[in-house]
């Protein structure tokens, strides 16, 4: 089990920047890769960036060049720093973490979720 705990949503104008945080606790040695996903009101939740144990990165191209997500390994955390953010950016944003569950004969990818952070961004 994984537990993910995430902090700093907020209300920021447009063209501002906000830092979302993910502490991930408990069984954190099998996670694979970490990131974050955001719904808006109506739609459905979708990956905005995506960072493997081995580093690799993924992001939705409506946030490419303006977050990173990026990683403090000594505190088990991840972050999202957004960006010359845009009304359309406001949802509520999870921190996911993925590990496998295996047998003997496959794996299958097991789903952690934190409890979501809003960010609105209007003026």
């Known amino acids: 089990q994984v537990q993910l705990v995430e902090s700093g949503g907020g209300l920021v104008q447009p063209g501002g920047s906000l830092i979302l945080s993910c502490a991930a606790s408990g069984s954190i040695n099998g996670i694979n890769a970490m990131g974050w996903y955001r719904q808006a009101p109506g739609k459905q939740r979708d990956m905005v960036a995506t960072l493997t144990k081995g580093g690799s990165t993924n992001y939705a191209d409506s946030v490419k060049g303006r977050f990173t997500i990026s990683r403090d390994n000594a505190k088990n955390t991840v972050y999202l720093h957004m960006n010359s953010l845009k009304p359309e950016d406001t949802a509520v944003y999870y921190c996911?973490?993925?590990?496998?569950?295996?047998?003997?004969?496959?794996?299958?990818?097991?789903?952690?979720w934190g409890q979501g952070s809003q960010v609105t961004v209007s003026s």
């Open positions: 996911n973490a993925e590990q496998s569950d295996c047998s003997a004969y496959a794996c299958s990818p097991v789903h952690y």
